[in-house]
């Protein structure tokens, strides 16, 4: 294999592919970056097994081939080389890069011992914009479960209907829901739950401007637009029915200035037990009172401005929960509804008069006050 790339091609190659790479493995050849060199250019590829990325770049290509390399090393080699075209042999598992006066030589391993990836049928693919899908991700996938008793719930849930498709993801204490209309043709009808850090990818490498070209296998999803390619093995398993759990009946509302509220409970929260994160808040006509009574560390009030309808209410919230909340809403006004103090609260984006407001909805548990 013989090849001359930019520097500014090699980076950005290499930076879109490293985070599909994993930082620890028992299997050698995943620590590496697949590079292979043909007629139309060089593509890289990671994988870690349950994803895949893939990435095209420029070069000029004098002699095809292809080699596994140290990922972590070579991304730190590319990031200090100096402003020179890089020049890049192989020699059995051997790579070797001249920039300049440098010259650097790494030991590979072989292309055959590097997993191959899944085969996804992009004939039968349907299309989506990425501003669109991107949208979608980066308002659910914060909710997504970490913990590993409850895998399905590890994953965003992404259904795909006749004319809509929605974006969910809870861990049981908060949920994400967003709603958005199907615009294209081809897209089947199906409930998919993908693994956040595939979608990460996804909306990270795929620009708002262009369209993404979406297939499935039996138990893998591909992305692809250019010579970009993302591949995610599906979760497995029925997906919890979500709307039994949002509530239809909420008759207390409560109107508030977004920015306010967050600095408020990032007030309280300082003084809030590091366990819990307990936060009482009592709704009255005109008035939200923020109260914590923490053992070890003290209390502490403070009062805010607000438009609510409703009996007065006493509700208790863990303050992370409802600030990661807060901060995915796109609008400057939030429209919060209660039922009661051991009910679920809903928080909606609430557009500015002759707006709109997208179709996006948060959950959150309450916690049990204490009296």
Not at 74 to 102: M, S, Y
């Amino acid at each position: 294999m013989r090849f001359t790339i930019t520097r500014d091609n090699l980076q950005q190659g290499l930076a879109s592919v490293a985070a599909s790479i994993p930082t620890r493995t028992t299997l050698p050849v995943l620590s590496n970056i697949l590079i292979e060199a043909d007629d139309e250019g060089v593509r890289m590829s990671g994988t870690d097994l349950d994803i895949a990325v893939s990435l095209q770049v420029g070069a000029e290509v004098e002699e095809g081939g292809a080699l596994t390399v140290p990922a972590k090393k070579l991304q730190e080699l590319a990031r200090e080389l100096p402003e020179n075209p890089v020049r890049i042999t192989t020699k059995g598992d051997r790579f070797e890069l001249t920039c300049g006066r440098a010259s650097f030589r790494l030991n590979g391993l072989p292309r055959d011992e590097f997993p191959t990836f899944p085969a996804v049928d992009f004939r039968e693919s349907w299309r989506i914009p990425a501003e669109v899908l991107g949208t979608l991700i980066r308002q659910t996938s914060f909710a997504v479960s970490t913990e590993e008793s409850r895998p399905i719930l590890n994953g965003v849930l992404w259904q795909l209907g006749d004319d809509e498709m929605r974006m969910v993801a809870t861990n049981g204490h908060r949920l994400a829901l967003m709603k958005q209309r199907l615009e294209t043709s081809g897209a089947p009808r199906v409930d998919l739950i993908v693994p956040p850090k595939a979608l990460a990818q996804v909306d990270r490498l795929f620009g708002a401007g262009e369209e993404i070209e979406v297939a499935r296998s039996e138990n893998h999803l591909g992305f692809r637009r250019g010579g970009t390619r993302v591949f995610t093995r599906l979760i497995e398993g029925p997906y919890p029915n979500y709307e039994q759990v949002i509530p239809r009946d909420n008759d207390k509302v409560a109107v508030a200035d977004k920015g306010a509220l967050m600095q408020a409970l990032r007030r309280m929260a300082v003084v809030a037990s590091e366990q819990t994160h307990r936060v009482r808040l009592s709704f009255h006509a005109g008035t939200l009172r923020f109260s914590v009574e923490s053992p070890d560390l003290g209390e502490a009030t403070e009062e805010l401005e607000v438009d609510y309808q409703g009996d007065p209410l006493d509700i208790g919230f863990n303050a992370s929960y409802l600030l990661e909340v807060l901060r995915y809403m796109p609008t400057s006004d939030v429209r919060l509804t209660f039922k009661a103090p051991e009910r679920a609260a809903t928080v909606t984006p609430l557009a500015a008069e002759g707006e709109s407001a997208p179709d996006y909805l948060c959950l959150v548990m309450p916690l049990r006050l204490l009296e």
